[in-house]
């Protein structure tokens, strides 16, 4: 394993031998180590009903999360570029360097191979979580809400939020997240098909002494 072979010289024979037992553990590691969500935590951890109780809430959390991986993608693909530029350059100027100055180049080089290859790492997981958002989209998206406008859904799905927030409350509920919720309830009250609901809660829920 090449990254095994960097640290070489800053080890003691022991430490490098215990290290070298394992490379091909340390190697497996390496390609399967977990950098962006799973499938398991994306629909569980930030599509949890708890925080989004609506299907089209869900959907447009699905559209943030995999515009913000990809455009993590995008600035990464700059950083990338530069370091291949960088790389390049490392191996024209060794071609002529002697003594310290080639000790100092092979180390930016081998500086340069690791970052290459951890960053292109991030880019592939990327790619995979990108893939994995647009997988959920297309689950959710069962032509019940509107996927052209994220304003249409909110109303519903902050009620249901506060609704969500109200159960939870308890004897030892602050009185500014009781206040907080109170508000949120009250403002949705103003809407018809949530009143009863509303008013039910207040009376419920939030009249309890924190």
Known sequence: MDNLQRVRQ???????NQLDQIKDELSDSWGKNQIFRT???????VLNDAKIPTKAGKYWQCVREQMAHFNELVTLSFDIRRKEID????????KY???YEKDRLEIDRDEFLFG???SKRIAK??????????????????GSFDT????????ETLFKVALNKAQMITEKTGSEERLSIGGLIHMLKK??????????LEKQYLTKKG
Do not use: C, Y
């Open 125 to 142: 997981d990327r790619v995979r979580e990108i893939m994995q958002w647009s997988m959920i989209k297309k689950e959710l998206d069962d």
């Open 191 to 200: 809407e018809p098909v949530n009143k009863k609901l509303a008013e039910k």
């Open 39 to 45: 499938e398991t935590q994306a629909r569980f951890a």
């Open 10 to 16: 800053i080890l003691g024979d022991a430490e490098f």
């Open 148 to 155: 052209k406008s994220v304003n249409t859904h909110q109303r």
């Open 116 to 118: 290459l290859a951890h």
């Open 87 to 94: 790389l390049r350059e490392v191996d024209e100027k060794l």
């Open 97 to 99: 360097a002697q003594s």
